[in-house]
């Protein structure tokens, strides 16, 4: 999870044995006693690092919207062209979810079930903000290189981060083992030339 070279901090330790349990125990309770026995401590001294379990669910939200964002401003920077925007942006969502298992369950709202609305809505915001930010460069486009969607912008944000959303919940339903990027190289093509009209 932790993309530094040193070894991981405790904090991070705790938050990358709940992505693992996420992705290898699905439909069980994560327990604050079962996390601290996979990172081999004591649930004291889990507290220690979070004073709750709902803070280290939202430790896993927070380290997905700093990847993602972080990534994706990158994206913006190096890349004009709207359509490979557009493409990049998706593709870094399902390469994130490919990498990320357990988190996929954060995603979907699988692992939220039963906790609490905060945390749910935080995630919901990870998808509005995708969604935007694909709005934005529809928006763009149109301005800049006379290209518009065949729908109108809301509708072809939408159904752009609907497909991403889609290949994440395959990946979950599958246990894993159907990836989100599985045929994306194929099917973007196809998926961008029926939302794409060139002016």
């Known amino acids: ?5 040193e070894a991981p901090s405790r904090r991070d330790q705790i938050l990358q044995a709940l992505a ?5 125990h699905p439909g069980q309770t994560i327990t604050t006693a079962k996390l601290a026995k996979a990172v081999g401590v004591s649930e004291a ?13 939202e430790g896993l939200i927070i380290f997905i919207e700093d990847t993602l964002f972080s990534r994706m401003t ?50 919901m915001q990870i998808f509005d903000r ?15 290189e006379g290209i518009r969607p065949a729908l109108p912008l809301n509708q072809a944000a939408n159904l752009l981060l609907s497909f991403a959303e889609g290949r994440i919940n395959q990946f979950v339903r599958s ?11 194929v099917q973007w093509p196809i998926l961008a030339g029926a939302i794409f009209v060139t002016e």
């Not at 969604?131 to 149109?142: I, P, Y």
């Not at 159907?178 to 045929?183: A, E, L, N, S, V």
Request: aromatic share 6%; glycine share 4%; hydrophobic share 40%.
């Open 74 to 123: 990158r994206i913006l920077q190096e890349e004009e062209a709207a359509i490979p925007r557009c493409e990049a942006i998706l593709g870094l969502l399902l390469a994130f979810a490919e990498r990320n298992p357990g988190m996929c369950r954060i995603l979907i709202g699988d692992a939220l079930a039963g906790d609490v609305e905060r945390l749910r809505s935080r995630v």
């Open 1 to 5: 999870m932790t993309e530094r070279s």
């Open 20 to 24: 693992h349990m996420l992705e290898t």
């Open 130 to 144: 995708l969604e935007t930010q694909l709005k934005q460069v529809l928006r763009e486009a149109e301005i800049r």
């Open 175 to 185: 246990e894993f083992k159907r990836p989100p990027t599985q045929d994306w190289a």
């Open 45 to 57: 001294a889990l507290y220690r690092h979070f004073p709750s379990k709902l803070k280290i669910f």
